[in-house]
């Protein structure tokens, strides 16, 4: 099995940065792809960034130009640099991990979910 821990999330302001990290724990070698996916009161999970074992990201449109997704494979650790912040940015946002790849974490299924961090921007 398989532990997430998000950590680096925060209040900033519009423009600012913040950059989010999540921990993996236990059976770490079983993961392909990581991601980061951000939930706000009344709306779905979507998915922010998601980078393959390969280590090719893909961004949401959203996050194109602002955000950066990084892996530490030998530290088991994802890293999301967001930059130029705006309100609208504003969630929870989850660290995932899933085993079988990218397609199955778009998908949803076989998903490990972390407890999520709060990003909180203000205008």
């Known amino acids: 099995q398989v532990q997430l821990a998000e950590s680096g999330g925060g209040s900033v302001q519009a423009g600012g940065s913040l950059r989010l990290s999540c921990s993996a724990s236990?059976?770490?070698?079983?993961?392909?792809?990581m991601g980061w996916f951000r939930q706000t009161p009344g709306k779905e999970r979507e998915v922010v960034a998601a980078i393959a074992s390969d280590g090719i990201p893909t961004y949401a449109d959203s996050a194109k130009g602002r955000f950066t997704i990084s892996r530490d494979n030998a530290r088991s650790t994802l890293y999301l640099q967001m930059s130029s912040l705006k309100p609208e940015d504003t969630a929870i946002y989850y660290c995932?991990?899933?085993?079988?790849?990218?397609?199955?974490?778009?998908?949803?299924?076989?998903?490990?979910w972390g407890q999520g961090t709060q990003v909180t921007v203000s205008s």
């Open positions: 995932v991990a899933n085993p079988r790849g990218l397609a199955w974490m778009m998908s949803g299924f076989g998903n490990i």
């Open positions: 236990g059976h770490t070698v079983n993961v392909d792809s």
